[in-house]
T-cell receptor
Framework: AQRVTQPEKLLSVFKGAPVELKCNYSYSGSPELFWYVQYSRQRLQLLLRHISRESIKGFTADLNKGETSFHLKKPFAQEEDSAMYYCALGVDSNYQLIWGAGTKLIIKP | DSGVTQTPKHLITATGQRVTLRCSPRSGDLSVYWYQQSLDQGLQFLIHYYNGEERAKGNILERFSAQQFPDLHSELNLSSLELGDSALYFC???????????FGQGTRLTVV
């Protein structure tokens, strides 16, 4: 079954500390993975996708097929990173996104 | 601006009523997704339409229905509304070959 797991509902770290938001997936095909971010009272927006291998706002995520993970990392957290983060798996067979439950990230000053 | 437009932005209605939420996808996007986001829950997938046809159903109640029209806009109909239906309803669209989704601002539904 296709599934995305974000084990942490809430993650709280101090400003300047490293951040890692975990995402594990279950999918028998070739995965297409995304991280979306939702700042307070705003629409969800794409943060990054594994295909592009970009670093957006200092965040990176590496697809580890062996561990079926796509963890989101940032070496030094900033207060403006406080938001809700969702990991999503793209399923090509019906162009559907499978969503994780989301992790609320709070950056303490 | 993602290019996805949702109307109305806010809606307050009474229990037992019926409402229609509207979504205009990005130009050229054939897929439309509907999601529900409650305060205490994450993003719940409701339904996916592709070029007018229903492709996938998630946790959508029988009181809810949706459709995608020939011009690709979509409507989500919520009937016999209950207090628990109060939530933010998001619409998202994507192209036929790309699963990246672009979200609208959402419609905040309050059932009183």
């Amino acid at each position: 079954a296709q599934r995305v797991t974000q084990p942490e509902k809430l993650l709280s770290v101090f400003k300047g500390a490293p951040v890692e938001l975990k995402c594990n997936y279950s999918y028998s095909g070739s995965p297409e993975l995304f991280w979306y971010v939702q700042y307070s009272r705003q629409r969800l927006q794409l943060l990054l996708r594994h295909i592009s291998r970009e670093s957006i706002k200092g965040f990176t995520a590496d697809l580890n097929k062996g561990e079926t993970s796509f963890h989101l990392k940032k070496p030094f957290a900033q207060e403006e990173d406080s938001a809700m983060y969702y990991c999503a798996l793209g399923v090509d067979s019906n162009y559907q996104l499978i969503w994780g439950a989301g992790t609320k990230l709070i950056i303490k000053p | 601006d993602s290019g996805v437009t949702q109307t109305p932005k806010h809606l307050i209605t009474a229990t037992g009523q019926r409402v229609t939420l509207r979504c205009s996808p990005r130009s050229g996007d054939l897929s439309v997704y509907w999601y529900q986001q409650s305060l205490d829950q994450g993003l719940q997938f409701l339904i996916h339409y592709y070029n007018g046809e229903e492709r996938a159903k998630g946790n959508i109640l029988e009181r809810f229905s949706a459709q995608q029209f020939p011009d690709l806009h979509s409507e989500l109909n919520l009937s016999s509304l209950e207090l628990g239906d109060s939530a933010l309803y998001f619409c998202a669209s994507s192209t036929q070959l790309n699963t990246e989704a672009f979200f609208g601002q959402g419609t905040r539904l309050t059932v009183v």
